[in-house]
Nanobody, 115 residues
Framework: QVQLVESGGGLVQAGGSLRLSCAASGSISSINAMGWYRQAPGKQRELVAAITSDGSTNYADSVKGRLTITRNNAKNTVYLQMNSLKPEDTAVYYC?????????WGQGTQVTVSS
């Protein structure tokens, strides 16, 4: 079992920045992937960014150049640095951890970008 604890959400004006963190604990495999999804009201959950344990990254086209995912393997923590935020980035952001066939989700953290 893996537990995920997210932090860093909040309210920010358009053009501002936020940094999300997600710390994993429990039975963590050295080979895994972590990432962030988001879900806005009335919309489907979508992938924002993901990073593997060897550092390979993947981003949604809508966030490329503005959001950056990084991780600290020693701390089993993934970060999402969000710059140049737009109102359309407003959503609940969920951390996900995958290892093998198993997938674990965080409780979600609200990000609200005001215009």
């Amino acid at each position: 079992q893996v537990q995920l604890v997210e932090s860093g959400g909040g309210l920010v004006q358009a053009g501002g920045s936020l940094r999300l963190s997600c710390a994993a604990s429990g039975s963590i495999s050295s080979i895994n992937a972590m990432g962030w999804y988001r879900q806005a009201p009335g919309k489907q959950r979508e992938l924002v960014a993901a990073i593997t344990s060897d550092g390979s990254t993947n981003y949604a086209d809508s966030v490329k150049g503005r959001l950056t995912i990084t991780r600290n393997n020693a701390k089993n923590t993934v970060y999402l640095q969000m710059n140049s935020l737009k109102p359309e980035d407003t959503a609940v952001y969920y951390c996900v951890h995958r290892q093998g066939l198993l997938e674990y989700w965080g409780q979600g953290t609200q990000v609200t970008v005001s215009s």
